[in-house]
C-alpha cells in the first residue's frame, strides 16, 4: 500500500477534481471509461481510493468525535468553540467533501471494474469489495456525524443539473452502508492479512459497529461472530504487544484495519498530531482529567482488603509520562500531576515509537532506550480504524443487553489482563452499571481514536454525561449553566456546501445556520 500512495495518482488526479463535494468533473477522453484498461489501473486506482479515505478522516476525525467528548481538554492552542461545544458552520472540519471525493472514487471502481477488457472476477472481485466496504465506511461516518445527508452511487454523468442532489434520510443511507457491506463480504475470497487494506474482516467489523449504532443487537452478535474462533484474531499477551497495536498492526493480531500514515514522508502537518500531538508542533488537546484519574487509579496495585489488581499500562502507552516525570523534577506521578505546567503541553504518544523504558537525556533533549533514540518530532504511526478490541467490546454491550451478562464481563476482564490490569466486576452488578462499565473500558481503550463522542451518541447518554462537563466549563467561563442542547449531537453542514449544492438551502441541522 505504502508504494502505491506514493505514486500520487498522477494521471489519475487529471479526471479526479476536488471541486464540489461529489467530486466531480466534465467527461473527457481521460473519463473512468477510458481509463481501466488491464488489472495495473485497477491497482492504481484503489490506490487513490485509500488516498482519499487518509484526506477525509485526517485531523478531522478528531474534532467530529474526540474533543468534542469528556476525553480532550484543551492546552491554550486551542478555539473555544469545541471546548464549548459552539460549534457553527464555518468551521472547516466539517466539510464533508473529502468523503465525499472517496465515495465519488469508490462509485467509478464500482462501475467499472468489472468492464476491464480480459479481466476474471475473482481478479477484480477483492478490489471491488474494497471499494464497496469503503463506501459503506464513508457513509457510515456522514450519518453519524450530519445525519441526513445525500446519496449517490453513480458516476456523474456530466449534467449540471444532476449535482444537486438534496439530503437522502438515515434509513436509507443505512440501506445502503449494510447492501455494500454485503457486497463487500461476497466478492473478497478470502479473510486476507494486510491490517491496511479493508479486508473481509474489515467488513464484519464495520457490520457490528453499523448494527450497534441502530441499536439491532442481534445482529451485531451474530456480526461479531465472525471473530469467535477466527485465528487470524487473538488478545496480545501484555503491554508491549499491545503497544504494537499501534506502532506494528501490520505484526499485530489485534488488528483488524489501520490507516497508514509516515511523519517522514507526510511531515508534521498531518492532522493528528497538530491536535493531538507526536510531533514538535504545539499540540491543542491534552487528555482530560477525568480519563487520567482513572488510568491513575489503576496504577496502584490491589484495593482497601488486599486484592492484587496489577497495573494498567494504558496509561503510559497514551501519554507521555517519562517527560511529565523528568519535568516535575522527578516527583512522582499523581492526580496532582495533571495541573503541573509542563502536563498542558504533554503529548499522546499513543501512535509513536517512544519507548515507555526510555531514560531522559537532558542536554541533548532526546529520551534514550536500548536501541534507538526517540526525538520529540517522532510521530510514525498507523491509525487503528477498526481492531479486536473495539469489535470484543461492541459485542460485550450487545451480549449485555441480551441478558448474555457472563459472556459480557469476560470481554471486559480480557481487555484489561492484557495491559496488566485485573480489576474485576461482581457478577450480581446490574445491566445498567455493566454497560457503564463497558463505555468506561472503551474511553480508557479507545483514547484519541476518535470512537467516544459516537459512543455516547449511539447509547443515548449523549446530555447525561457531557451535560455536566459543558456546565462545568460555563462556570470556568463565567457564563451561567444551560441545558445541552440535544440538536448539537449532530454537526453543522459546511457553510459553503449551500452555494454548491443548491438542493440543501433550507435544510441545515439546527441550530446552525446555513
Same mark, same amino acid.
Given at each position: 500500500?505504502?508504494?502505491?500512495?506514493?505514486?500520487?495518482?498522477?494521471?489519475?488526479?487529471?479526471?479526479?477534481?476536488?471541486?464540489?463535494?461529489?467530486?466531480?468533473?466534465?467527461?473527457?477522453?481521460?473519463?473512468?471509461?477510458?481509463?481501466?484498461?488491464?488489472?495495473?489501473?485497477?491497482?492504481?486506482?484503489?490506490?487513490?481510493?485509500?488516498?482519499?479515505?487518509?484526506?477525509?478522516?485526517?485531523?478531522?476525525?478528531?474534532?467530529?468525535?474526540?474533543?468534542?467528548?469528556?476525553?480532550?481538554?484543551?492546552?491554550?492552542?486551542?478555539?473555544?468553540?469545541?471546548?464549548?461545544?459552539?460549534?457553527?458552520?464555518?468551521?472547516?472540519?466539517?466539510?464533508?467533501?473529502?468523503?465525499?471525493?472517496?465515495?465519488?472514487?469508490?462509485?467509478?471502481?464500482?462501475?467499472?471494474?468489472?468492464? @476491464?477488457?480480459?479481466?476474471?472476477?475473482?481478479?477484480?472481485?477483492?478490489?471491488?469489495?474494497?471499494?464497496?466496504?469503503?463506501?459503506?465506511?464513508?457513509?457510515?461516518?456522514?450519518?453519524?456525524?450530519?445525519?441526513?445527508?445525500?446519496?449517490?452511487?453513480?458516476?456523474?454523468?456530466?449534467?449540471?443539473?444532476?449535482?444537486?442532489?438534496?439530503?437522502?434520510?438515515?434509513?436509507?443511507?443505512?440501506?445502503?452502508?449494510?447492501?455494500?457491506?454485503?457486497?463487500? @463480504?461476497?466478492?473478497?475470497?478470502?479473510?486476507?492479512?494486510?491490517?491496511?487494506?479493508?479486508?473481509?474482516?474489515?467488513?464484519?467489523?464495520?457490520?457490528?459497529?453499523?448494527?450497534?449504532?441502530?441499536?439491532?443487537?442481534?445482529?451485531?452478535?451474530?456480526?461479531?461472530?465472525?471473530?469467535?474462533?477466527?485465528?487470524?484474531?487473538?488478545?496480545?499477551?501484555?503491554?508491549?504487544?499491545?503497544?504494537?497495536?499501534?506502532?506494528?498492526?501490520?505484526?499485530?493480531?489485534?488488528?483488524?484495519?489501520?490507516?497508514?500514515?509516515?511523519?517522514?514522508?507526510?511531515?508534521?502537518?498531518?492532522?493528528?498530531?497538530?491536535?493531538?500531538?507526536?510531533?514538535?508542533?504545539?499540540?491543542?488537546?491534552?487528555?482530560?482529567?477525568?480519563?487520567?484519574?482513572?488510568?491513575?487509579?489503576?496504577?496502584?496495585?490491589?484495593?482497601?482488603?488486599?486484592?492484587?489488581?496489577?497495573?494498567?499500562?494504558?496509561?503510559?502507552?497514551?501519554?507521555?509520562?517519562?517527560?511529565?516525570?523528568?519535568?516535575?523534577? /522527578?516527583?512522582?506521578?499523581?492526580?496532582?500531576?495533571?495541573?503541573?505546567?509542563?502536563?498542558?503541553?504533554?503529548?499522546?504518544?499513543?501512535?509513536?515509537?517512544?519507548?515507555?523504558? /526510555?531514560?531522559?537525556?537532558?542536554?541533548?533533549?532526546?529520551?534514550?532506550?536500548?536501541?534507538?533514540?526517540?526525538?520529540?518530532?517522532?510521530?510514525?504511526?498507523?491509525?487503528?480504524?477498526?481492531?479486536?478490541?473495539?469489535?470484543?467490546?461492541?459485542?460485550?454491550?450487545?451480549?449485555?443487553?441480551?441478558?448474555?451478562?457472563?459472556?459480557?464481563?469476560? @470481554?471486559?476482564?480480557?481487555?484489561?489482563?492484557?495491559?496488566?490490569?485485573? *480489576?474485576?466486576?461482581?457478577?450480581?452488578?446490574?445491566?445498567?452499571?455493566?454497560?457503564?462499565?463497558?463505555?468506561?473500558?472503551?474511553?480508557?481503550?479507545?483514547?484519541?481514536? *476518535?470512537?467516544?463522542?459516537?459512543?455516547?451518541? /449511539?447509547?443515548?447518554?449523549?446530555?447525561?454525561?457531557?451535560?455536566?462537563?459543558?456546565?462545568?466549563?460555563?462556570?470556568?467561563?463565567?457564563?451561567?449553566?444551560?441545558?445541552?442542547?440535544?440538536? /448539537?449531537?449532530? *454537526?453543522?453542514?459546511?457553510?459553503?456546501?449551500?452555494?454548491?449544492?443548491?438542493?440543501?438551502?433550507?435544510?441545515?441541522?439546527?441550530?446552525?445556520?446555513?
Amino acid at each position: 500500500m505504502k508504494k502505491y500512495i506514493l505514486l500520487a495518482l498522477t494521471g489519475i488526479l487529471l479526471f479526479t477534481s476536488c471541486d464540489d463535494f461529489l467530486d466531480r468533473t466534465p467527461k473527457s477522453d481521460l473519463a473512468p471509461e477510458n481509463y481501466f484498461r488491464d488489472k495495473k489501473d485497477m491497482t492504481y486506482w484503489n490506490a487513490g481510493i485509500y488516498s482519499a479515505f487518509a484526506s477525509a478522516l485526517n485531523e478531522k476525525l478528531m474534532y467530529w468525535s474526540e474533543v468534542r467528548s469528556d476525553n480532550c481538554d484543551h492546552t491554550g492552542y486551542v478555539n473555544s468553540v469545541y471546548y464549548m461545544n459552539a460549534l457553527t458552520s464555518e468551521r472547516g472540519e466539517y466539510n464533508w467533501q473529502d468523503l465525499y471525493s472517496c465515495i465519488g472514487r469508490c462509485n467509478v471502481a464500482i462501475k467499472y471494474y468489472p468492464n @476491464i477488457p480480459s479481466i476474471l472476477e475473482s481478479e477484480y472481485g477483492p478490489y471491488i469489495a474494497q471499494a464497496y466496504a469503503m463506501r459503506a465506511l464513508m457513509y457510515f461516518y456522514i450519518i453519524r456525524v450530519w445525519g441526513d445527508a445525500p446519496l449517490t452511487t453513480t458516476v456523474w454523468d456530466g449534467e449540471l443539473s444532476s449535482m444537486e442532489l438534496p439530503r437522502t434520510s438515515v434509513a436509507e443511507i443505512k440501506s445502503q452502508i449494510l447492501s455494500d457491506i454485503e457486497n463487500a @463480504i461476497k466478492h473478497f475470497s478470502s479473510d486476507g492479512s494486510d491490517r491496511f487494506y479493508l479486508t473481509k474482516a474489515a467488513a464484519y467489523a464495520l457490520k457490528t459497529d453499523v448494527h450497534m449504532w441502530f441499536q439491532e443487537y442481534q445482529e451485531a452478535i451474530d456480526a461479531s461472530d465472525y471473530f469467535i474462533g477466527n485465528n487470524s484474531f487473538e488478545w496480545v499477551a501484555d503491554e508491549t504487544a499491545y503497544k504494537k497495536i499501534f506502532t506494528d498492526p501490520a505484526g499485530s493480531k489485534e488488528s483488524i484495519f489501520s490507516m497508514w500514515w509516515s511523519y517522514s514522508l507526510t511531515g508534521k502537518a498531518h492532522g493528528w498530531p497538530k491536535t493531538m500531538g507526536a510531533s514538535n508542533t504545539n499540540n491543542s488537546w491534552r487528555m482530560s482529567q477525568k480519563v487520567y484519574n482513572e488510568l491513575l487509579t489503576r496504577l496502584r496495585r490491589g484495593d482497601a482488603v488486599g486484592n492484587d489488581w496489577g497495573y494498567d499500562a494504558r496509561l503510559w502507552c497514551n501519554v507521555d509520562t517519562v517527560k511529565l516525570y523528568y519535568s516535575s523534577s /522527578r516527583n512522582p506521578i499523581s492526580n496532582a500531576s495533571w495541573t503541573d505546567p509542563n502536563w498542558g503541553t504533554n503529548k499522546c504518544v499513543k501512535f509513536s515509537g517512544i519507548d515507555p523504558n /526510555r531514560q531522559y537525556d537532558s542536554a541533548n533533549k532526546v529520551y534514550k532506550s536500548q536501541d534507538y533514540v526517540y526525538s520529540s518530532t517522532d510521530a510514525e504511526f498507523s491509525f487503528p480504524i477498526y481492531r479486536y478490541a473495539d469489535v470484543m467490546l461492541l459485542r460485550a454491550e450487545a451480549l449485555n443487553k441480551m441478558e448474555r451478562k457472563e459472556e459480557a464481563i469476560d @470481554i471486559v476482564l480480557a481487555v484489561r489482563k492484557r495491559v496488566g490490569y485485573n *480489576g474485576g466486576i461482581p457478577f450480581t452488578t446490574t445491566k445498567e452499571d455493566l454497560e457503564n462499565e463497558i463505555l468506561l473500558e472503551r474511553q480508557l481503550e479507545f483514547f484519541a481514536e *476518535g470512537k467516544r463522542w459516537f459512543d455516547l451518541m /449511539r447509547t443515548d447518554k449523549l446530555k447525561e454525561v457531557m451535560e455536566p462537563v459543558y456546565q462545568e466549563r460555563q462556570v470556568m467561563m463565567g457564563e451561567t449553566p444551560t441545558a445541552f442542547d440535544m440538536n /448539537r449531537a449532530y *454537526g453543522p453542514i459546511y457553510y459553503k456546501e449551500f452555494e454548491a449544492n443548491a438542493a440543501l438551502r433550507g435544510h441545515q441541522n439546527p441550530p446552525y445556520s446555513e
